[in-house]
Nanobody, 126 residues
Framework: QLQLVESGGGLVQPGGSLRLSCTASGFSLDRYAIGWFRQAPGKEREGVVCINNSDTDTRIAESVKGRFSFSRDNAKNTVSLQMDSLKPEDSAVYYC???????????????????WGQGTLVNVSS
């Protein structure tokens, strides 16, 4: 069964850091385009950081530029989202997503991705 599982969410104070991880089972992430999305209560799901399958193009939301970064660990079949200088407005459920779609540009819309994790909650609060 193809599955994505996120981990690493939690409560953090403003200005702090968290590292979210997403591990795949049933398929190899190194050939897939990856997206990290988030959804706050009452808001639509939005793309935060997305990368194409060849790691040649990345899209980062303006609201997180300079604070969030993406990485892959192919040996562990895991991708990560490093989040620094967190703000209360970063609070949301964070999802990782994957697609086998091969594109030159990174896609960062919900309908571009086929596989989704269950989400992990990030709460930035003092």
């Amino acid at each position: 069964q193809l599955q994505l599982v996120e981990s690493g969410g939690g409560l953090v104070q403003p200005g702090g850091s968290l590292r979210l991880s997403c591990t795949a089972s049933g398929f190899s992430l190194d050939r897939y385009a990856i997206g990290w999305f988030r959804q706050a209560p009452g808001k639509e799901r939005e793309g935060v950081v997305c990368i194409n399958n060849s790691d040649t193009d990345t899209r980062i939301a303006e609201s997180v530029k300079g604070r969030f970064s993406f990485s892959r660990d192919n040996a562990k079949n895991t991708v990560s989202l490093q989040m620094d200088s967190l703000k209360p407005e970063d609070s949301a459920v964070y999802y990782c997503a994957a697609t086998g779609l091969t594109t030159g540009q990174a896609m960062c819309t919900v309908d571009s991705f086929y596989y989704w994790g269950q989400g992990t909650l990030v709460n930035v609060s003092s």
